[in-house]
Each structure stands twice: as C-alpha cells, then as structure tokens.
C-alpha cells in the first residue's frame, strides 16, 4: 500500500501503529534514562521542557497518540538522543539500533555488566566512566590508533564491519523483511 502524501492524514491503522511504537519508546527511554539519585523522571518535568501537559506525556507514553515534530524533538533532545527518528523509524534503522545499544549500556553500567557485554557506549553520567574503561580494559585507544593511518574508504569499511558486528546481538525477528 502507497504511504500517504504529507498532505494527506495517514489510514487510522497505520496512525494507530505509529502511535504505539512511540509510545513503547517513549516508555523506554522514561525506564532507562533517568535522573540522577532517583527512579525516573515525572511526566511533569518532561512535559515542562516538551511544553505540554503531563496528561499528555501520560497519553503519548500509553500510545494514545502522537506528537508534532517539534514535540519529538524536544522529547529526543530532554533524554539526551541524536534524532527524533528513534521513535518514528523501524526496529531496524540505525538510528534506532544505535539509541537502542547506548540504553542497553546504561543498563549493563546499572547491573555492574563488564563494558565488554554492553555493545555500545552509554549516556549521561555513565559515559565517561564506560569511555575510559574501554580504553583501558578493552584496547579502544590501541584500534583507534591504528585506524588512523586506514584511508577514509577503509575506515568506512571498518564501521559498516563494527556496525554489522553490534547489529548481530539484535532481535532478528524485529529485522525489515523478516
């Protein structure tokens, strides 16, 4: 079926999907990323920096709806992700795996997992204590040394590899086509 023009309002069931998974992410990230010293953080200071309800953090985490643009922007930039697209992109998207390897670091960095289980590197106030880690246990400086004197065309090479590598511990029944 042909996707809707921008134009145009998309079919209530797709509009129902797009709802849902943003509302699953939403949630993730409320369950994850969290403030410091405390459990998590209120859909009252989320919606005080997004600019909108509580009620409404309360619907968009429960999947009854789904923000403007600029609403998922700031929702992206309050938790501290790259891009809007990790709530509106498939399980697949880079954009997607990447966000989804920084919060499953957080939560190694939380249960005292080895950097080595974590695939990835962490947000907030893990990441410099995860950063450094990997450069000592983990030979991080030593690769990147190394890498330096790779052409870009070969340094390309190695993270499409690296990115391969970190895809493969993914869910393959959430990979496109399966």
């Known amino acids: 079926?042909?996707?809707?023009?921008?134009?145009?309002?998309?079919?209530?069931?797709?509009?129902?999907?797009?709802?849902?998974?943003f509302g699953q992410r939403l949630q993730r990230l409320v369950d994850v990323v969290r403030p410091e010293e405390r459990q998590r953080y209120t859909d009252g200071e989320i919606a005080a920096y997004v600019g909108v309800t509580p009620q409404y953090v309360n619907k968009l985490r429960h999947g009854k709806s789904v923000p403007t643009l600029d609403?998922?922007?700031?929702?992206?930039?309050?938790?501290?992700?790259?891009?809007?697209d990790y709530f509106m992109?498939?399980?697949?998207?880079?954009?997607?795996?990447?966000?989804?390897?920084?919060?499953?670091?957080?939560?190694?960095?939380?249960?005292?997992?080895?950097?080595?289980?974590?695939?990835?590197?962490?947000?907030?106030?893990?990441?410099?204590?995860?950063?450094r880690e990997l450069q000592q246990k983990h030979g991080v400086m030593e690769i990147a040394m190394r890498a330096e004197k790779l052409s870009p065309e070969a340094r390309k090479a190695v993270?499409?590899?690296?990115?391969?590598?970190?895809?493969?511990?993914?869910?393959?029944?959430?990979?496109?086509?399966?």
């Open 159 to 178: 993270l499409a590899i690296v990115d391969q590598i970190l895809g493969s511990d993914s869910d393959p029944s959430t990979s496109p086509g399966v």
């Open 71 to 84: 609403k998922a922007v700031r929702l992206a930039e309050f938790f501290r992700i790259e891009s809007a």
């Open 89 to 131: 992109k498939t399980d697949g998207d880079p954009a997607v795996r990447a966000v989804e390897r920084r919060l499953r670091a957080l939560e190694n960095a939380r249960a005292d997992r080895p950097v080595a289980e974590q695939h990835g590197a962490g947000t907030g106030a893990d990441e410099g204590d995860i950063w």
């Open 1 to 21: 079926m042909p996707s809707a023009r921008p134009d145009e309002i998309p079919p209530p069931s797709q509009a129902l999907h797009a709802a849902v998974r």
